[in-house]
């Protein structure tokens, strides 16, 4: 090679098939060559078979009427008016949605997890092992597969018998809902005053950091800034929220049929919504009924791996949210013939019907399961709830709604609908066409609020209402992501923590820290330096892992692109919408993540 | 007179080892109570669901769904066969690894690991399977017995490379069958089509078909990636990047749309599972070329120049001095590959695949699953763990042993 060639003369003797770069760039021409004709014979076979199965190649069904129902999504979506192109955006903020969040919650794990594998306590320290060895040599779809349709869908109760967590929130197999603050109709008007007190914050933290400098002496210019936010944001939050006003022409209706509440704007005063008026999200309102009735039926339900008989479950409502609640059955002369009794497990909204067999005047387990005609298990028949003073505040979603339990008017004795399940309960055509039925007396009055107002979730029935949810879907992907990719980080933070030198423990302590001091002060920022880049390739993996949605339901880009691609046939254009949205993703995480990692690391010495 | 001390505490024994490892502190040892009184629950939950709760007849019953899926039963002997060859190779393979020097005790106990696996098979066919009653003794008694050749015999290993090679084509034979079906409706070697394949066979084919195959692949990728050659260096680092930008299932999906429209066929005339190796071959040999790639910074520079300054030619050099010492640092990073690669082929249900996990997802909606209160699905996600877990683990553990016996990550 060149190292033989002594003189430019002598290079130039040798012939041309035989000098290096000739061969290369020849090499190079060859390739492309054939990667061009590859790529030809390619593209001719596609368009040719794509003209003879009829298949639609370029994109203009992106801008045609979706008609996909999508359950959960981050931004408005009206599955009847909104273009495949929302649909596709609603896929990739779903899975930025579970990403984000995965990442955060799989760091924190993954750190915990880590530093658990190196702690001093040995029973810790087995059961990081355990964890890291399950779940690391297990696929994530097998614990895909295992929190959704075999935890989170099947152990959580039912709907209408929520887990009600402390601070309002539910959790059923529907998932999770918690309470969440929302802007209201006066957030516009706060909003300055927020930008006001984040330049002032900034202000503050350059005063007290130049003093700092110029003391020389160690000190912290965080905490006089946080607090002029804080103080400035919550002066000004309660000064407005003190003058707080309705908007003008705020109408909230209710209809008594479906139990929705509405919001909008009656800017021509005629009482009703037009089509150019718009209606108002999170408007606070009071909701009051005189007095009202609820019918279900008695069921038999499986539910945590077992089978529960003959309960009724009324939509959940609170003990301070009516005055007098009483239930009976529909047909009471009926019920007294067979023996029937009720017995509740929460007064007034759930309950069990049985039979008292051994005549001690309670009820005891097992006398729900009375048999009859030696088949029946489980007993069917119809309850009422006739309430009195009934009040509830709700306050509208993104999309001017909100609801309350569906009622019937008290004097409907006449009760004909059937509704056997719960989400019958309301929405559906098929009760209250009886024109003899009475309207229900509502009372709705919308509240004023501050610039932010609290929505509580409420009537988990067959989705959940208020506040803000998650669902079982989103949950379960959510929580396999980050149990599984935790696992990887944990190796990760392991070995970044052990790969700091010895010494550095020791110096810390020759300087008098403690242990924690030690860990948070001269360790951890060292490891970091190097998990990080590995770190950011996990996160990643976290992002392309959540294509795995399919199997837990959850809409995320290839869920709604293959939805899309199955419906308008453009299988094609739908495929390279996945690929590009991906590489957009990965390539816009790399860069961010490289330059906290460049920022991040300590200049090489 | 200096007064008579107490003893200095004990340093060995249970109650210094408690002391020093649960309760060195009184924070500590709350943490201790509180995570005993964690596992303790765990696994009595876990025991009571095992042992009286779980309906494992279920999972009993779909035995040969799970393991070959709808492959013909009278056929069965055939990747029975195959097993015994495969098995008879990986016991040969070990055997003759006791004579080499280093991997040797590593691969033993992979080998031992697998054998328990298959001697359980071996007893459990004896006692319950009547159509294959001795199938799984004798790929038992191939896989030890080759084992003990292997030991006996080390001359064989210059044989090992094409008896696997041979082995390998015969084991796919064996299932794939010679003869066309609808002429010989009944010969005990016609054609099995690839749709009737399944449960834990394509598993393993899938994964051992990627791997393989993306192996010279990503070798190519990642020479490439290094080339001076500006085409071939951004062709590889385009592939690369692009490839490993987006998710196997997202590959998967493209290959099935993609694959007969490239090829100009009809959807029909090219069976899933060619598209799908096809897509797990081209994934893999994208993260392949990385690990690869490791190996190849890791080749000092002094080595290079030796090899130029001994004549040997680019070619040469790269063939004979700079692959077999980068290839020999990424074995690890190439197990750790081949576990993912065995893990991801879970993925193929996408395309309408039966493998083991979509097996279980049809085992989980069969009517008699669906009789039995709240379903069966946690027993089956937690067969389908023990599955993947005890050959996943073991090669893990294989993986982080070979690393440190080659001294690869050592700071």
Redesign the interface.
Known sequence: ?S??STSSQAAEKIPFYRN?KMI?AL??II??II?LLLLAF?VT??L???KKANIPADFSFLSRRAGIPISESPIRYNSQTDTYARAFLVGVLNTLKVSLLGVVLATILGILIGVMRLS?????KQ?ATVYV??I???????QI??WT???LL?IPPRSLNPVKLFGGGYYSNLGLALPWLFPSYQFMAWLPWLIAALVLAIVAYGYRRRQIIKSELPGNPWPPAIATFILVSLASYFLLASSSKLPDKLVTTINPKSGVVHSYLDSNDNGEQDADEKYLTHIKSDVNLAEGRMTVNTQTL?E????VYSEFRFPPILQNEFDKATVDFADPEAAKADGLKIHFYDEPSRGVVYKDLNSNGKFDSGEERFTEGEKIKGYSTKLVLDIENFRRTVVTDRDGNARIPRFKHITDTTAKAVESGPSSLFGGPTAAKDENIKELEFDVKPVVTGPLVLSKPSIPISQYFGGMSFSAAYLGLLLALVIYTASFISELVRAGIM?VPKGQTEAAKAVGLNGLQTFNMIIFPQAMRIIMPPMISQFLNLT??S??G?LAGFAEI?VIA?IIGNQTGA??PT?IL??GS??TI??AFAIIMNAINSKMAIVER | MIPARKPPMATSGIVPWLRD??F?SII?SI??IL??I??VLSFFNLFQFIFF?GHWERVWANMKLFGVYTYPLDLLWRPLTAAAITMGLVGLSAGLATHGEDGGEIMVGVFWWFFALVALLAVLGLIFWESIRFAWLIVALANIAMFYLGKAVPQLSKRLMWLWVVGILLSFVLIAGILPADSNPDSAFRFVKTKKWGGFMLTLIISAFGIIASFPLGIALALGRKS?????KY?SIGFIE?V????L??WL??AS??V??????SPDKIPGLYRVLAAVTFFSAAYMAENVRGGLAAVPKGQTEAA??L?L??WQNTRMIVLPQALRAVIPAIVGQA?GLF??T??V??VGLADI?MV??IV?TQPESLLI???I??E???F??IV??YF??RM?IASRQLEKQLGVGE?
């Open positions: 090679m190292a033989k290096v290369g090499a190079q390739f492309v990667f390619m076979n596609v040719s078979s794509l001093s306590n040995w029973i810790l059961i060895e399950i690391r040599n297990t696929p994530l779809a097998v597969v295992f349709t075999a935890v099947v499986t945590s791996r077992k089978i790969a392309k892992n294509s795995l399919v290839v293959n299988n094609v495929n996945i690929i991906y590489l990965s390539f | 490892n649960m060195s500590n943490i201790s995570a005993l964690f596992v709760e001076k050659l500006p085409v071939l062709f692009i490993r930008g987006a998710p299932i997202a999906f493209i749309v993609f007969p429209l490239l090829l100009d066929q130029q300054a004549g030619s680019a576990i893990k991801d879970s993925l249900f996408v996990f279980h997802k989980s209160t709240g379903g699905r946690l089956l996600s937690l389908l763990v993947y877990w996943s683990f893990s700071r």
